[in-house]
């Protein structure tokens, strides 16, 4: 045979080894594309209202009034979180200092061990301070331990009496409002675009509570994707190291298990854990993924190891029940296994 058939030979067998590639590729992508037309409709029929997805910078998906601006309840927390990061870094705040240290007290005034606990026991939710706050929901209220059953640190307990504070005590160490720093070290420097400070930030103050409120803010779902992809990549945006990537990795870790499967099994700094432990992760989802989770069906989730985000908002409306995407855990957690199987 000749160098020149040898050569057409293989010239034709790199073709159809090209060809088969190209055709693999491009069953793929529409298998991929299947799988996120079908994760839309699910969204939707469990009462998602906006959805965005994101992998690395590039948009999956983008579905529903994006921009329109929500309540993002509870996902508040991790916004503080991030502020935390900043401010621990800069040698501004010290988690091991105590409620006594930073002169924080309630009324009724707190017992001496109340007094005991530590920034860090707030973050995670172990305050062992058990009296009403301000946003503190029916459920919340009646899960509520009796005050004095636990000492600072040893249990769990999603308590919004140390999320609160959490903001006062913010303020009171760093001498800075914590709206103005939400505006200026995330929302101006993430370029947040339907969010306006002084509409989408408001203190909630309630006659139970009067002395802590929570610092409730507004967000559209295209701006929480913003934020989400703040930690997706490790907390550098623009070339910036906003959050010490530390801090992502600590705020992540689980400290505390708690009654939920999936998404919502464990607990870090102000953001809930995938885990298996206890055989919480029934979904199969991957660890080392988190999420911020608000009332009403408000999700931000991060898969690092997949680098994959989604941000969503749900269908709220007066005097209706809130959306299945809220009310049945469960369909959240499914929904992302089937995002995650779509996307591969």
């Not at 979180?81 to 309630?106: C, E, P, W």
């Not at 005050?147 to 913010?170: K, T």
């Not at 070290?185 to 400070?197: E, K, V």
Request: glycine share 10%; charged share 20%; proline share 5%.
């Amino acid at each position: 045979m000749s160098r020149l058939d040898i050569g057409r030979r293989q010239f034709a067998l790199g073709a159809t080894v090209a060809l088969g590639i190209a055709a693999t590729s491009r069953a793929s992508a529409n298998s991929s594309r299947r799988g996120l037309d079908a994760f839309r409709q699910r969204a939707r029929a469990l009462g998602a209202r906006a959805v965005i997805v994101m992998r690395g910078r590039e948009t999956l998906v983008s579905e529903g009034p994006v921009a329109e601006v929500q309540r993002i309840a509870s996902c508040r927390k991790s916004i503080v979180n991030a502020l935390y990061g900043m401010a621990v870094a800069a040698g501004r705040i010290d988690l091991n200092a105590t409620l006594a240290d930073v002169g924080v007290n309630d009324n009724p005034p707190l017992t001496d061990a109340e007094r005991q606990a530590t920034i860090r026991d707030l973050l995670e939710a172990r305050s062992g301070v058990y009296i009403p706050a301000s946003a503190e929901t029916p459920r919340m209220a009646s899960l509520r331990p009796l005050r004095g059953s636990h000492p600072h640190g040893a249990f769990w307990y999603y308590n919004n009496w140390d999320f609160n504070v959490l903001g006062e005590i913010y303020q009171r160490v760093t001498g800075e409002g914590l709206f103005t720093a939400i505006e200026h070290r995330l929302a101006i420097p993430l370029g947040w675009r339907d969010f306006h400070p002084l509409e989408h930030m408001q203190w909630g103050y309630e006659p139970a509570s009067p002395r802590f409120g929570a610092y409730n803010m507004w967000m559209s779902t295209r701006d929480m994707a913003r934020f989400g992809q703040l930690f997706l990549n490790g907390g550098r945006w623009n070339g910036a190291q906003l959050v010490p990537e530390s801090w992502i990795a600590d705020s992540t870790r689980v400290y505390s298990t708690t009654d939920h499967d999936g998404i919502l099994g464990g607990y870090g700094y102000l953001w809930w854990i995938t885990t298996d432990q206890g055989g919480k992760n029934t979904y199969g989802l991957p660890l080392g993924s988190y999420t911020a989770a608000g009332n009403g069906g408000r999700y931000i989730s991060i898969f690092p190891g997949q680098n994959l985000l989604v941000a969503v908002q749900p269908e709220e409306h007066d005097g209706q029940p809130q959306a299945q995407i809220y009310t049945d855990l469960p369909s959240y957690n499914q929904l992302l296994r089937q995002l995650l199987d779509a996307v591969g």
